[in-house]
């Protein structure tokens, strides 16, 4: 069952690791087939270097695993949510990579202060609330996949593609489970350099409205003219 998405989804959490966001096993990557509402999401605690596509999970929407021998992700109640609230996404990736996990443990959503930033993420990418002991207590990756979308209240998702779990790390998003990991890639390389630019001046303000906006708009959206045609997402 939806072997090209399980290579894919493999690829991508071996890509986690290649960027050097993931350590140990703490990270994970799934993709959706919108179809069939089929999930294959990384199996729970299998060595990086061990892991093939046939070790893939396949859960549907309601978390029921349809196919593999083993167990999926802890995680897979956070990437359900994030699915089933977020209808234009494709892939997502978790990782506790160093910068952005420190964003995410300081609680402080993480200014736009550069091009950088402004081409992949418009505006600043939130921090989740911190969450309740009685979401904590019960059903806490699933209450963690809600405290995302809350945070979504007032930000487009397909705009700001990453959110950052407070005291937990970050999770990011895209069409496809390449591109959620792409973007988990790019949220560690800006939250380096914005802990860099605090720390050089700790009154460095955001980014101004009209070049942030150039910046995005020349990558995204349809008066986008950046690259090449095929390789605009
Ligand atoms: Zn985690």
Same mark, same amino acid.
């Given at each position: 069952m939806l072997e090209q998405l399980k290579k894919q989804v493999c690829e991508a959490n071996l890509a986690l690791v290649r960027e050097g966001l993931? +350590?140990?096993?703490w990270g994970n990557a799934s993709a959706i087939d919108r179809p069939s509402g089929k999930v294959v999401i990384k199996p729970s605690g299998v060595p990086y270097e061990k892991?093939?596509? %046939?070790?893939l999970v396949v859960a549907d929407l309601e978390g029921? +695993?349809? %196919?593999?021998?083993l167990k999926p992700s802890s995680d897979l109640p956070t990437h359900l949510v994030l699915y089933q609230a977020f209808p234009g996404i494709g892939g997502v990736a978790h990782t506790h990579s160093e910068y952005a996990t420190s964003w995410a443990q300081a609680r402080q959503p993480i200014p736009c202060f550069g091009t950088t930033h402004a081409d992949y993420f418009y505006g600043p990418v939130p921090v989740t609330a911190v969450m309740k002991d009685s979401e904590i207590a019960s059903e806490y990756e699933k209450n963690t996949g809600h405290a995302i979308v809350r945070a979504f209240e007032k930000v487009d998702y397909t705009a700001v593609p990453a959110v950052l779990v407070a005291n937990h790390g970050p999770f990011a998003w895209g069409p496809d489970s390449a591109t959620a990991a792409h973007n988990a890639a790019i949220l560690e390389a800006v939250a380096r350099m914005a802990y860099f630019t605090l720390t050089i001046h700790a009154g460095a303000e955001p980014v101004a409205g009209g070049l942030h906006d150039k910046h995005y708009l020349r990558k995204h959206g349809s008066n986008a003219y950046y690259g090449q045609a095929k390789e605009r997402k």
């Open positions: 993931v +350590i140990q096993t892991m093939k596509p %046939e070790h029921k +695993i349809v %196919e593999g021998g």
